[in-house]
């Protein structure tokens, strides 16, 4: 008994990980992933509404304001979603002046943006020609739009990240999507105003969200306006504004660019795979909100180093087990669900899977950068690199490898990118250290895992292949979990205990 304890004794090096730390960040993963995952679940039930009361060219159209309106409201953001929460830490022993900093970034994020948009979008209304696919009044719509959403989302859903209110969160969440969908429906398929009932009924389902959120989050009139705080979230935040615009561009590039390239049936087989791809990248960005507290925490110098250490194994982690299972179920998903017109999908996913990958993990020293050190100065540098990259190596080789190189070029980019940001990430002031040996031992189990997947499977297997890659990726969990020296130890312990 003795000798079994004090081995025991030395074998542990350091306090196991507190287990709820790992429910907490794991709940909160899962009510953000909820939360992102309902407005899309939404729009694909109400697709078969939309295509028969509106047009083709009206829903090209609205997509094209769709996609314009989202780069504005990484103009007007500031940058601030990024940084608000290191400056939101900070304040914590202070709510006084918490509160002021809160409030006063509210009232600057509502004026600032409506200001701007509506300004922009007068000047450029005349200039649209008369051949374009929307109007100059619809563009202007589109800024105001994008201007209210600025206003009515970023501070309370970085509030309620920050103090990790899931119940109010997903309440938000929930009135934002069913207003946006409600009004929407109202607008296009009750009263038929086409592209402008969309536009209009976005705005107002921002209104909507922005009383909601000033409910959730009270708003109360500053006591003093805290312009030394807003100036210090400017300094961090601007920075970042490039940089976000180039993970916009990163994102939708692949699909501009290969549009003037490839066939059309070539174009329709790569956004299929795009799209089932897609909840891989929705995930990892709800993993990171989930853990952007702790990071933030570290900056504010109230969180311990081997708590950090800890959340960053299992951040890689679990980034690397959601891309690995996609990747491995997707092809004979596709197979069995769209048939054999869309068979070429199948291969795209697992490369898609894998630039998302990349791009989870990017997030891990890009919080140590933000949240962390606060430090963002070189950050659009990096993106600019991965998302010129991904251009070029789009304009380089789809001519020749068609649409399997587009996605193999997307993985690359985001490789880049995760890449420039850790060589810069690596300084004294970041927080975030990686135990290498940890990682190296889960990546290799997830990899083997998706290999045994791949040579016991074929990949147009049909529904028999997705179900022995679910068991594959269900095996994978406890595999992982024996990975951790925190599980080794503690089932050694238990055996040790019950032996003597």
């Not at 990892?284 to 952007?292: G, L």
């Not at 504010?300 to 996609?326: P, W």
């Not at 290498?436 to 147009?460: C, M, N, P």
Request: hydrophobic residues 55%; charged residues 10%; glycine residues 8%.
């Amino acid at each position: 008994m003795t000798d079994a304890a004090s081995f025991v004794e030395e074998t542990v090096i350091e306090p196991p990980a507190d287990p709820s730390v790992a429910r907490d960040a794991l709940r909160s993963a899962a009510v953000y992933a909820i939360g992102g995952a309902l407005p899309r679940a939404i729009s694909l039930l109400t697709v078969p509404i939309y295509t028969r009361v509106v047009m083709p060219a009206q829903y090209g159209a609205f997509s094209l304001l769709v996609t314009i309106a989202g780069g504005v409201t990484v103009l007007f953001s500031l940058g601030m979603e990024s940084v608000f929460m290191r400056v939101y830490f900070q304040l914590d022993t202070d709510k006084a002046r918490q509160s002021d900093f809160v409030n006063t970034v509210w009232i600057g994020l509502i004026a600032f943006p409506l200001i701007a948009g509506t300004t922009v979008g007068l000047i450029a209304w005349p200039l649209i020609p008369h051949a374009a696919r929307f109007t100059g009044f619809e563009l202007l719509l589109a800024f105001v739009g994008a201007a209210v959403n600025v206003g009515a989302n970023i501070v309370p859903l970085s509030v309620l990240r920050a103090e990790q209110r899931l119940r109010a969160f997903l309440t938000f969440s929930t009135i934002a999507t069913l207003s946006i969908a409600g009004l929407s429906l109202l607008f296009v398929a009750g009263f038929r105003w086409g592209v402008l009932g969309w536009l209009v009924a976005t705005i107002l389902a921002y209104l909507v969200t922005l009383v909601t959120g000033l409910r959730i989050v009270p708003f109360r009139r500053p006591s003093r306006i805290d312009l030394d705080h807003v100036r210090q979230l400017v300094r961090l935040g601007v920075p970042l504004v490039p940089h976000m615009a180039a993970q916009w561009a990163l994102q939708v590039a692949d699909r501009i660019v290969i549009a003037g390239i490839v066939s059309a049936s070539a174009l329709g087989v790569y956004s299929l795979a795009s799209n089932i791809g897609l909840p891989v990248l929705m995930l990892v960005q709800s993993v990171n909100y989930a853990f952007m507290p702790t990071y933030a925490r570290a900056g504010a110098r109230r969180a311990s180093r081997s708590e950090l250490e800890r959340t960053v194994v299992m951040h890689a982690t679990i980034v690397a087990f959601i891309a690995m299972a996609c990747a491995l179920l997707a092809p004979p998903f596709i197979s069995v669900l769209a048939g054999s017109s869309y068979g070429a999908a199948g291969p795209l996913v697992p490369w898609i899977a894998l630039g998302y990958a990349f791009f989870g993990l990017y997030c891990i020293p890009m919080n140590g950068l933000t949240l962390g050190a606060g430090q963002t100065k070189f950050v659009p540098v990096c993106s600019l690199l991965g998302a010129g990259a991904n251009i070029g190596l789009l304009y380089l080789f789809v001519p020749s490898g068609g649409i399997r190189a587009a996605a193999i070029a997307a993985a690359l980019a985001y490789a880049v990118l995760l890449a420039a940001v850790f060589v810069y990430a690596w300084r004294p002031e970041n927080p975030v250290r990686y135990r290498w040996g940890q990682l190296t031992v889960i990546f290799a189990v997830v990899l083997g895992v998706y290999a045994s997947g791949r040579l016991t499977t074929s990949e147009h297997g049909g529904i028999t292949a997705f179900l022995v890659r679910v068991a594959w990726v269900a095996a994978a969990v406890p595999l992982v979990l024996l990975a951790r020296p925190g599980t080794r130890t503690r089932l050694r312990a238990s055996l040790l205990g019950w032996l003597s």
